[in-house]
């Protein structure tokens, strides 16, 4: 529900909009926007959620999207449908407090389900999972950073120490070896803990419960790291330790490193994991350059709705009393290829060049051009030529020159579901691109190709 329209100072009122577009926090429940009918009907519930309400077994899904498409955004809205259904949610962004996103390994991701699961679900008589800590204390507790006996602490003190483990494995590099080797260790008896944990939990939640979900979020953070004649990080975790990710006796969801599902490996995790979802970007365009309306009013009623947040007024006026012009609004989603992090970013670039409202066309401009600034030192000398390739074709083939680009964002792919029916993926280049004059010279060297849309508006 919109709040009344406060009397704010420009600058005041300015601070509250820029705040209102953080690109990296999800948007509150009333700013939420369903963008199904742009994503080609991507809808979390039914990706996601149909698996778990209508499995009579535990399931493990991956989920992934480009970084800063709403994966977050969707994950938060599937918990909030879950738990309507009667679910316990255990919902955690592992970056904040779990892993080092530069330096992390499987035995990081299965402590923090750990931790979570024991913090979230209060189980005062035979805990499993404290009584596998308490078993191996005496190894664990400098762990904790801990001299104190464990069976002096309480029960709430006891629980803490999953907390303590974990925040040392995140903070302090020399430790994190140590750590890693001793869960890994412990693996089989981890495993089986937290197996006896969930089924003891279960008996604590409602009888109208049907069972626990982890949603372990924000691990598509995690940087590849490859060292000579070993497998990656990415591969331990997910592919050759699958059976110790899949085997915790309740749904989970892990995201998953995009560059994953776009590789060779791609096939494996659909093999150890069933298909893995992907979240599509919002589609301002169709493939022969004609304005996607229907694209264009979900960014149009997303930016209306955290604008209503600090005043009604102004939200039912964005093209003359937020931006200056329609054009001007337009121009500004366009520009952001669909992405809805880059459309924050825009907004408030904009937003910095911007004393008094309106936001003016010659502010959007200005923080375009300092986004183009970031891809004209992002993509190599040899890469222009296949990016115009793209644009002809509206195609871009699994090969890893084309991965890459899709990986930073140069590269966008859309998808949408035509007159019969039939699910169409399409790729272009980020529009930013567009504009720069090394992609323009490649363009002209391109010969134009059989468009397969028809012609090119």
Not at 369 to 395: F, H, K, M, S
Request: glycine share 4%; charged share 25%; net charge negative.
């Amino acid at each position: 529900m919109s709040q009344p329209p406060r009397q704010l100072s420009d600058e005041a009122l300015l601070t509250e909009i820029y705040s209102s577009f953080e690109p990296f926090k999800p948007p509150v429940k009333e700013a939420y926007v369903d963008c199904q009918e742009v994503r080609g009907r991507w809808d979390v519930v039914r990706e996601l959620g149909r698996r778990i309400t209508r499995s009579k077994e535990p399931t493990c899904q991956l989920y992934t999207g480009h970084r800063g498409v709403g994966k977050s955004t969707e994950l938060l809205r599937l918990k909030e449908f879950l738990e309507g259904q009667g679910y316990f949610v255990v919902y955690f962004a592992a970056d904040n407090e779990d892993i080092e996103p530069q330096d992390a390994e499987y035995a990081d991701i299965l402590f923090a389900c750990t931790r979570h699961l024991v913090q979230d679900i209060r189980v005062d008589n035979h805990n499993p999972l404290v009584q596998w800590l308490q078993e191996r204390w005496d190894s664990m507790k400098e762990l904790a950073r801990s001299e104190v006996q464990f069976d002096g602490l309480t029960l709430e003190g006891q629980i803490a120490q999953f907390g303590s483990i974990s925040s040392t494995l995140r903070a302090i590099p020399e430790k994190r070896r140590e750590i890693r080797q001793k869960v890994n260790d412990y693996t089989p008896s981890l495993v089986v803990a937290l197996n006896d944990f969930i089924g003891v939990a279960r008996s604590t939640l409602p009888n109208t419960c049907p069972g626990i979900v982890i949603m372990a979020d924000n691990l598509d953070r995690i940087v590849e790291i490859q060292q000579e004649g070993q497998p990656s990080n990415y591969d331990e975790i997910y592919l050759n330790r699958s059976e110790i990710l899949r085997g915790l006796d309740c749904h989970v969801i892990y995201t998953v490193p995009i560059s994953m599902v776009y590789s060779e490996r791609g096939t494996r995790l659909e093999d150890n994991y069933d298909k893995p979802d992907v979240l599509p970007m919002v589609m301002v365009r169709y493939p022969d350059g004609r304005l996607n309306a229907a694209g264009l009013a979900k960014f149009r009623e997303l930016i209306q709705k955290r604008v209503a947040l600090i005043d009604a007024d102004l939200a039912d006026q964005i093209d003359t009393q937020l931006f200056d012009s329609p054009a001007t609004l337009e121009n500004l989603c366009l520009m952001s290829g669909g992405h809805l992090r880059i459309l924050m970013q825009l907004i408030q670039r904009a937003i910095d060049w911007t004393d008094c409202l309106p936001i003016t066309a010659q502010a959007v401009q200005i923080a375009i051009e300092e986004a183009r600034e970031t891809y004209l030192n992002t993509i190599q000398a040899d890469q222009w030529r296949l990016l115009a390739q793209v644009c002809r074709t509206r195609n871009a083939d699994n090969e890893p020159q084309c991965l890459r680009l899709l990986l930073n964002r140069c590269l966008l792919e859309y998808r949408y579901y035509d007159d019969q029916g039939k699910l169409q993926r399409w790729h272009n280049v980020h529009p930013l691109i567009e504009g720069l004059a090394p992609f323009q010279k490649a363009l002209a060297q391109v010969p134009s190709l059989p468009f397969p849309w028809g012609e090119e508006s």
